[in-house]
């Protein structure tokens, strides 16, 4: 009797964990129709499905529109809607430029913050419960006394048959067959007639509908918010396109729905008494099941990015442009813009305390943190090519162990912070060891996972943080207090430097040329005698270091340490797309980007607003000469990147109709006779098959006649 | 032994072998070439060598070591150098800091410490060997252009410099001469001549029959992942089974060799001469 019980209690529970999980395994299929069809991975994707769960909330539960009306208008209309303006205004304008896979990602990244911060402006960060239903959720009984709401199950009948269309467009219709070809050569499929931007918008549309259905039907499930659902649906979508490689429609579908049973399966198992043993398991294990069920999706997504091989992206990784610092390896030497801006710079860095008011010079002291943890990403994916959506992660594991090692184990504080850099250097080296071959979106996502994981699992939970904030005391050095804001202000000020030349050492002399040679061409870096694994560890390494320095920071400045300063989406995406507004390049970026950051924060309080506005330059500033603010500045100050000597050997070149000075070279050289060999007739037809294959310089696919 | 001795090497991509049981060997102050049409797997075979692929049987020896599971970077490191079909340049780098990283890794120097110093200048012996480079290949003009602002044909010149620099006991080069016109090719066998001269042993993947015939003291013919055909350049431009390979089922009854395998290859002609 217990046992049928029991039975029919996990039939229940992978019945409910099916209807969960088709809602995510639509996600999936969302983003990797788009992935497929545009090469962009969407990573708006949970902003949009909770902008149009806002929609219906909007004009169901506020404005009273029946539902039968709402649904289609927020599903059909809004979502589609927002994928073709996304199209039109932001992808296609980078397709025509052709926009690295890099400078994609930004605008993605871009677009999913402006679309948060529109969702704060206009409907505050206030949780909702009452997200309208689409379908009752009156139960129907399948026997044995397992249930299922008639919400569940249109949910699971709506995604199998969206499914299964899917799978017929994409093999069966003529605008499957686009599709595929638009994503295997864009140009090529142009030149067939096949209007590649019509398509492109379709597939937007496609995918953003999707968007909007998934947040549709998940918003009643748990409760409204521009923060909690978005973080769900991202982390419950990314896991399963990721675990489909962002190619496989079955894949995708049949993750997500496992992914939903097991999470089920998780929330009710107990896993206190092991099954058939009886025996009783330490509190530590229940404990780690509890954070597994609730981390259930980042840790899949994790261990996908880790295992999965041949996990490939398309497209060029590595564009010029405003991503890239140009100025790798050169000489140090300021010209003298530059070198003037900078000496204003330090002055008016030196200067601010006293224009401050009591008042505001916290304001001075942010900017000093914030602007350390900014120089950590101009060093990671401006000097290396790395892009780490995870810096406030780093930042925040610093400020987590100074505090406690300065609060609970009264460690002087100084060191303390020393200490919180080196335990953000250690998660550097975890995050970057299992990825060392993975670069761009990939590693993108792994920082941005490892930043959630670090969030959950330490900065907001109750047995590592206690009430949530722990309390941090500012330094004092040699018996010297430095807890007055001015003399914090400059302790913060000495660190910058530290910061900043340890920075620019990065760039210079062996190490930056090498650095700079990974960043352009992996293999043949390798093929030179780099070894890839340890300077990619040393750079993560340092990198999280220096944030780390930020982020502890940052904690002494508000004499606290609250998980809500790093969290993983707001926070660090918002921190990355600052930095590569300002320049990402330079590091004279980061100062440009921690003084707008905070200006605008002081200047504007309502949330949501600096999202917005460096979304929109984020999304605008690629199609600037310069790529980002300072790249604007230098080309309206004619600063040139590439050194003067360079310039002239190419105007003199150009002058002389070509490289000059080769002709002589030529004349005098001795050619070497080997083999007297004369050309006999089969050489010459040797000679001239060859030159007809090496035309195509050899990236044609293997032809063969067969049979 | 030779300076490359390579046994038995098979690579296969899922069910296809690209690389099927080649051996080879190649000495130091001679070129050993490596043709071939197109898909042969003479650069599947290159990657085998340099580390970038690990084969699925076969061993490679370099210099006395076995070098086969060895990372891409410890072979360069042991001295193999090697350019690239698809051109692999540091394309936001100067040339001269293309060629200036090539040497400065494969001098000894405390990198780290570079991140704690203030001053960081030039090396004076990485300079002058960079600078010599550039002269001998008759670059110096093009010094301190960016090098994604450079011809193709200059690239691979790039590469070979690139290469030079990491003082290669073994050059392997993957189609240096496509791309290049007649000057550029011509200063290319002058440049490879100087090398071999020198005492470095070359591989050498080309198309361009009249340099390959050039230069080579031994040319091996590979065909679908296997090789061939061996010998000297007049053996080989002679050999049956090099004429089936290029010249179509036509004459494959007349050849043979054993290995040759079939089908033929369907070559569409072309308006390039």
């Not at chain 1, 229940?286 to 996908?304: D, H, K, M, P, R």
């Not at chain 1, 184990?409 to 550097?428: C, D, I, Q, R, T």
Request: proline share 4%; hydrophobic share 50%.
């Amino acid at each position: 009797m217990v046992l049928a019980f029991a039975g029919s209690l996990w039939l229940q529970l992978i019945v409910a964990g099916a209807a969960a999980g088709a809602i995510y395994a639509l996600a999936g299929m969302g983003v990797v129709v788009t992935y497929r069809a545009t090469g962009v991975f969407n990573f708006a994707y949970g902003a949009v499905a909770v902008l149009v769960a806002y929609v219906i909330w909007q004009l169901n539960a506020q404005w009273h529109v029946p539902i039968g009306l709402a649904a289609p208008i927020a599903v059909l209309v809004v979502g589609p809607g927002l994928g073709l303006l996304l199209e039109r205004f932001v992808f296609r304008p980078l397709e025509r430029r052709g926009a690295s896979q890099a400078e994609r990602l930004v605008a993605v990244i871009g677009v999913f913050l402006l679309l948060e911060g529109l969702m704060y402006a206009i409907w505050t960060g206030q949780v909702r419960e009452n997200a309208p239903d689409l379908v009752s959720n009156h139960a129907l009984d399948l026997g044995s006394g397992v249930r299922i709401g008639e919400d569940q199950l249109t949910v699971v009948l709506v995604v199998a048959v969206i499914s299964v269309l899917l799978w017929l467009m994409f093999r069966r219709s003529r605008i499957g067959l686009d599709l595929r070809a638009v994503v295997d050569r864009r140009e090529l499929s142009q030149l067939a007639a096949i209007d590649a931007n019509r398509v492109s918008a379709f597939a937007w549309a496609l995918g953003c509908g999707f968007a909007g259905l998934t947040g549709v039907l998940v918003a009643p499930l748990f409760y409204l918010d521009p923060y909690h659902l978005t973080l769900l649906v991202v982390f419950e979508t990314f896991s399963v396109a990721v675990v489909a490689r962002l190619a496989s429609l079955p894949v995708a579908a049949a993750t997500g729905v496992g992914l939903g049973v097991a999470s089920s399966l998780l929330t009710h198992f107990d896993p206190r008494v092991v099954p058939g043993f009886g025996f009783h398991l330490p509190t530590w294990v229940t404990y780690l099941f509890g954070q597994l069920e609730q981390n259930l999706s980042a840790v899949v997504l994790l261990v996908a990015l880790v295992v999965l091989r041949r996990l490939d992206e398309g497209g060029s990784t590595n564009g010029r442009g405003g991503l890239i610092s140009a100025g790798m390896g050169g000489g140090t030497r300021l010209r003298r813009t530059p070198a003037v801006l900078a000496g204003l710079a330090v002055l008016a860095a030196l200067a601010l305390p006293w224009a401050l008011g009591t008042a505001t010079i916290g304001d001075g002291q942010t900017m000093l943190a914030v602007l350390i943890v900014f120089i950590s990403i101009v060093c990671i994916t401006g000097f290396c090519g790395y892009i780490s959506l995870g810096q406030a992660g780093f930042a925040g594991v610093s400020a987590f162990v100074a505090a406690d090692a300065a609060t609970k184990f009264h460690v002087p504080v100084v060191f303390a912070m020393l200490l919180g850099g080196l335990a953000a250097m250690v998660m550097g080296l975890l995050t970057g060891y299992p990825v060392l071959n993975r670069r761009g979106l990939l590693l993108g996502l792994m920082t941005l996972a490892m930043g959630l994981l670090s969030y959950n699992l330490i900065f907001t939970d109750n047995l590592v943080v206690g009430s949530g904030t722990i309390a941090m005391a500012r330094p004092s050095l040699f018996g010297l207090s430095l807890a007055g804001d001015h003399a914090f202000y400059y302790f913060e000020l000495v660190w910058v430097g530290l910061m900043l030349g340890l920075a620019r050492n990065l760039r210079r002399g062996r190490l930056g040329r090498i650095l700079a040679a990974m960043r352009d061409s992996e293999t043949a870096a390798r093929s030179i005698g780099i070894d890839l694994r340890r300077y990619k560890l040393f750079i993560f390494s340092i990198s999280a270091f220096i944030a780390g320095i930020g982020g502890a920071l940052l904690a002494e400045q508000a004499q606290l340490f609250s998980g809500l300063y790093f969290d993983p989406l707001n926070t660090s995406l918002l921190w990355f797309l600052v930095v590569v507004v300002a320049g990402v390049g330079s590091l004279a970026g980061s100062v440009v980007g921690a003084v707008l950051f905070v200006m605008l924060s002081v200047v504007v309080k309502q949330s949501g607003v600096s999202d917005i506005v460096f979304a929109i330059l984020a999304l605008a500033i690629g199609s600037l000469p310069g790529g980002s603010l300072v790249g604007v500045a230098r080309h309206f100050w004619r600063i040139d990147v590439v050194p003067k000597p360079a310039l002239r050997a190419m105007a003199a070149a150009q002058r002389a109709g070509g490289p000059g000075g080769r002709r002589e070279a030529i004349g005098r050289m001795p050619v070497r006779p080997r083999v007297g060999l004369a050309p006999s007739a089969l050489a010459t037809r040797l000679m001239s098959r060859a030159g007809a294959s090496a035309g195509d310089a050899g990236r044609a696919p293997r032809e063969r006649v067969s049979g | 032994m030779s300076l490359l001795e390579v046994k038995d090497v098979t690579f296969r991509f899922g069910g296809l072998a690209a690389v099927r049981g080649v051996s080879l060997s190649a000495e130091a102050g001679r070129v050993t070439s490596l043709i071939g049409p197109n898909g042969a797997g003479k650069t599947t075979l290159f990657n085998c060598l340099t580390g970038l692929l690990r084969p699925n049987a076969g061993r490679i020896w370099f210099d006395g070591r076995d070098v086969t599971g060895m990372d891409p970077h410890v072979r360069a490191r042991l001295g193999m150098g090697r350019t690239f079909q698809r051109l692999e340049v540091f394309t936001n780098m100067t040339v001269f800091q293309n060629l200036q990283v090539a040497a400065e890794v494969a001098r000894p120097g405390r990198i780290l410490r570079g991140v704690f110093s203030l001053r960081q200048p030039d090396e004076p012996d990485v300079v002058g060997a960079v600078e010599e480079t550039l002269a001998r290949l008759g670059l110096g003009w093009a010094r301190d252009m960016p090098a994604g602002e450079l011809s193709t044909g200059l690239l691979r010149l790039v590469e070979l410099g690139r290469a030079l620099c990491t003082r290669p006991k073994l050059l392997l080069l993957d189609e240096p001469g496509s791309g290049l016109d007649s000057n550029e090719t011509e200063e290319l066998r002058r440049v490879l001549g100087d090398v071999v001269g020198s005492g470095v042993a070359v591989l050498l993947v080309e198309h361009d029959m009249e340099l390959v015939m050039g230069i080579s003291d031994t040319v091996h013919v590979m065909d679908f992942g296997s090789i061939i055909a061996s010998g000297t350049p007049a053996e080989v431009a002679a050999a049956p089974a090099v004429r089936a390979a290029y010249l179509g089922t036509a004459d494959a009854e007349e050849t043979t060799a054993p290995a040759t395998p079939t089908p033929r290859r369907r070559h569409a002609p072309s308006a390039r001469t």
